[in-house]
């Protein structure tokens, strides 16, 4: 069993910057992908940003120079540092980790961005 806990969300004007962080425990092997959804009132859950065993990275296009993914040297712990947020960040983010077929999720935390 996996379990996340995430940290970071908040309230921040537009142009503000916030950092997510996702703590991961339990039964973690070394080959997962780490990486954040969002999902706002009344949309479907999306795609931010990943980042796999290997470093390899992806973010979503309306995020792209503006939001970076890291993790710390263990592996356990990712980062999303958000920066140049607009109103339209608003949503809650999700922290996520994939190991073989299995999904796992955090319990979300909000961010909203005010204009």
């Known amino acids: 069993q996996v379990q996340l806990v995430e940290s970071g969300g908040g309230l921040v004007q537009a142009g503000g910057s916030l950092r997510l962080s996702c703590a991961a425990s339990g039964s973690i092997f070394s080959i997962v992908t780490r990486g954040w959804y969002r999902q706002a009132p009344g949309k479907q859950r999306e795609l931010v940003a990943v980042i796999t065993s290997v470093g390899s990275k992806n973010y979503a296009d309306s995020v792209k120079g503006r939001f970076t993914i890291s993790r710390d040297n263990a592996g356990d712990t990712v980062y999303l540092q958000m920066n140049s947020l607009k109103p339209e960040d608003t949503a809650v983010y999700y922290c996520?980790?994939?190991?073989?077929?299995?999904?796992?999720w955090g319990q979300g935390t909000q961010v909203t961005v005010s204009s």
């Open positions: 996520y980790l994939r190991q073989g077929n299995i999904n796992y």
